[in-house]
T-cell receptor, first 112, second 112 residues
């Protein structure tokens, strides 16, 4: 069964560094999402992406964040200058024209 | 603003018990509601999705109901097993948006 994959599974970075989290959505999906979960807290929506542009974003998704679909398979989340409070599990999700969103296993980002 | 609450926050039951997890949401203008399972440090596994026009969905030992007018959903797990131990998350998708709003989850432990 097709799955959403994410790399790396764990990323450690220093405060102020740029980080790129990578996702490979299910191949025929058209809608792509990023969510995050700070340890012990709720899963929070960050951004949705369709037709090569952001369709919706939350107040968390400020100028430090950007998303890109650089080719036909990858979907990336870039954090320009990481802060300690960016430490979280980041989940990528995708879907096509069904309501269900399919989530990846997540990337744990640790900012030191 | 949509708020999603899950009760109880934690639950410990002996194997074989039938149990009910509760989810409530403040805004009834939802597109659908999805129940997820999350194992420690892992991603989100979709269990059941209920469209706003539906009253319930079943998959194996799981049954989810939706009462949109009262802002409630329940997840019923029949004949619980130790392998059911995980955190169960409820998420609602607001009408006219792409994003899911998640609850804080119910941590379930099924004792052998």
């Amino acid at each position: 069964e097709p799955e959403v994959t994410q790399t790396p599974s764990h990323q450690v970075t220093q405060m102020g560094q740029e980080v790129i989290l990578r996702c490979v959505p299910i191949s025929n999906h058209l809608y792509f999402y990023w969510y995050r979960q700070i340890l012990g807290q709720k899963v929070e929506f960050l951004v949705s992406f369709y037709n090569n542009e952001i369709s919706e974003k939350s107040e968390i998704f400020d100028d430090q964040f950007s998303v890109e679909r650089p080719d036909g398979s990858n979907f990336t989340l870039k954090i320009r200058s990481t802060k300690l409070e960016d430490s979280a599990m980041y989940f990528c999700a995708s879907n096509r024209d069904t309501p269900e969103q399919y989530f990846g296993p997540g990337t744990r980002l640790t900012v030191t | 603003k949509q708020e999603v609450t899950q009760i109880p926050a934690a639950l410990s039951v002996p194997e074989g018990e039938n149990l009910v997890l509760n989810c409530s949401f403040t805004d009834s203008a939802i597109y659908n509601l999805q129940w997820f399972r999350q194992d420690p440090g892992k991603g989100l596994t979709s269990l059941l999705l209920i469209q706003s026009s539906q009253r319930e969905q079943t998959s194996g030992r799981l049954n989810a109901s939706l009462d949109k007018s009262s802002g409630r959903s329940t997840l019923y797990i029949a004949a619980s097993q130790p392998g059911d131990s995980a955190t169960y998350l409820c998420a609602v998708r607001i009408s006219g948006t792409y994003k899911y709003i998640f609850g804080t989850g119910t941590r379930l432990k099924v004792l052998a």
